[in-house]
T-cell receptor, first 115, second 111 residues
């Protein structure tokens, strides 16, 4: 089946630094990818929709300048958390839809810890 | 407003027992409903996907049902195993392709 690879799986950084998370569709092309944030014991919260070759669409309340999204190719989307602060610590997950029902395939997630 | 409500919030069962998780939704128009299993610290993995015309779908020990009239779905797990301990998320999509996520049910299977 389709595979979405997300990297890194875990990152620890100092406050004020920027962190880039990659999401790749390994065996299919994805013109759209989704980025989510998940707090402990809560469900996924959609942050933005990444569109290949155009600007990402952000959900209400998500800062565009804080969470930079680049979807430069049909198989790669990146999320950069700029000037990260402790409150940005969270579990970030990407997904890409595939097939007639647009079944979502998820990456394995990235646990970000900002010290 | 599109909403997906899951119950119970958490559930503890003994290994070998069956259990049923519930999902009620108000998403309209409706395109499909999916159940995902999410292990702690991992991304969700698809269990089943059902469209409007499908009432039941099985994937091994997992059986999902859908009643599009009452906008309810259930996920039944048979002969539970320790590895079934996870969060189970119900996701409902409308025709515009936008997905609404439930908060999930945390299942703990004890020996």
């Amino acid at each position: 089946g389709a595979v979405v690879s997300q990297h890194p799986s875990r990152v620890i950084c100092k406050s004020g630094t920027s962190v880039k998370i990659e999401c790749r569709s390994l065996d299919f092309q994805a013109t759209t990818m989704f980025w989510y944030r998940q707090f402990p014991k809560k469900s996924l919260m959609l942050m933005a929709t990444s569109n290949e070759g155009s600007k990402a669409t952000y959900e209400q309340g998500v800062e565009k300048d804080k969470f930079l999204i680049n979807h430069a190719s049909l198989t790669l989307s990146t999320l950069t958390v700029t000037s990260a602060h402790p409150e940005d610590s969270s579990f970030y997950i990407c997904s890409a839809p595939q097939g007639p029902n647009e079944k979502l395939f998820f990456g394995s997630g990235t646990q970000l810890s900002v010290l | 407003k599109n909403q997906v409500e899951q119950s119970p919030q958490s559930l503890i069962i003994l290994e070998g027992k069956n259990c049923t998780l519930q999902c009620n939704y108000t998403v309209s128009p409706f395109s499909n409903l999916r159940w995902y299993k999410q292990d702690t610290g991992r991304g969700p993995v698809s269990l089943t996907i059902m469209t409007f015309s499908e009432n039941t779908k099985s994937n091994g020990r997992y059986t999902a049902t859908l009643d599009a009239d009452t906008k309810q779905s259930s996920l039944h797990i048979t002969a539970s195993q320790l590895s079934d301990s996870a969060s189970y998320i119900c996701v409902v999509s409308g025709n515009a392709g936008k997905s609404t996520f439930g908060d999930g049910t945390t299942l703990t299977v004890k020996p």
